[in-house]
């Protein structure tokens, strides 16, 4: 668990799946992401969330406003294949648009992460539609490699320098 000025990040209970259920259900929240997931794909979801954390230290957390516990989305890194030494990835309820919370997620994520000396970048697949992503992501300073663009995702990533570090 960790904080930043305004959030909680924490790792997936059980007892957010709930929480998972409604965020995915959400049409405008999952439009850019691959659509609604129904139930038996949200329950595999949250396994996968805690599981990985188990495996590698790291994952996707659960993100609360400090304030009041209000769940308002999550953020973290996962490895997503040999390829991709650990993707970031980050889901903001649509209630909470506009706040500037994904840019504060995404930022404490990728600072929490350099603890971890065997990873040197990070990258960001961003569907190409999804420009607010892609403006938050930008913010927090990943840059963009067109040459790894793919037909359906934007390309985005943070090296870790020994003066970053």
């Known amino acids: 668990m960790f904080f930043s000025e305004r959030l909680k990040f924490r790792p997936f209970e059980d007892q957010d799946l709930d929480f998972l259920k409604k965020l995915y259900q959400n049409d405008n929240v999952m439009r850019l992401i691959g659509g609604k ?7 595999m979801t949250l396994q996968k969330f805690k599981k990985h954390f188990q495996d590698h230290g790291y994952g996707m957390f659960l993100v609360e406003r400090k304030e009041d516990q209000v769940k ?3 953020c973290g890194c996962r490895i997503y294949s040999p390829e991709i030494p650990a993707e970031m ?4 309820d649509e209630p909470f648009w506009g706040k500037a919370y994904a840019t504060e997620a995404a930022t404490a ?3 929490d992460m350099k603890k971890f000396t065997q990873i040197k970048e990070l990258v960001a697949l961003i569907n ?3 420009y607010a992503s892609q403006k ?6 990943y840059a963009r490699n067109p040459l790894r663009d793919g037909t359906y995702h934007t390309f985005f990533r943070l090296f870790f320098s020994k003066k970053n570090i």
Do not use: F, H, L, W
């Not at 938050?136 to 300073?141: A, E, N, P, S």
């Open 89 to 92: 990835g980050y889901i903001i």
């Open 136 to 141: 938050v992501i930008v913010k927090c300073d």
């Open 128 to 130: 190409t539609e999804n």
């Open 72 to 74: 308002v989305g999550y």
């Open 37 to 43: 997931r129904d139930i038996a794909q949200t329950e």
């Open 109 to 111: 994520v990728s600072n």
